[in-house]
């Protein structure tokens, strides 16, 4: 027969592994957002600014 604490240490062992591997994801999905944006800007910037001579 399995044990009732077994069985809760499992369950919270794969909630925690969902948990962090979204967190993973998710930051991950916001630096690539932030590093296309910094780009962008820095296209945008170069653009409108006159060049030194």
Known sequence: MESPF???LV???????V????G????TLADWRDRRRRDEEKRTT???TPKRR
């Open 6 to 8: 077994l069985s809760i």
């Open 11 to 17: 369950l919270f062992a794969v909630v925690l592994l």
């Open 19 to 22: 948990v962090v591997t979204g």
């Open 24 to 27: 993973i994801g998710y930051l």
């Open 46 to 48: 170069r653009s409108t």
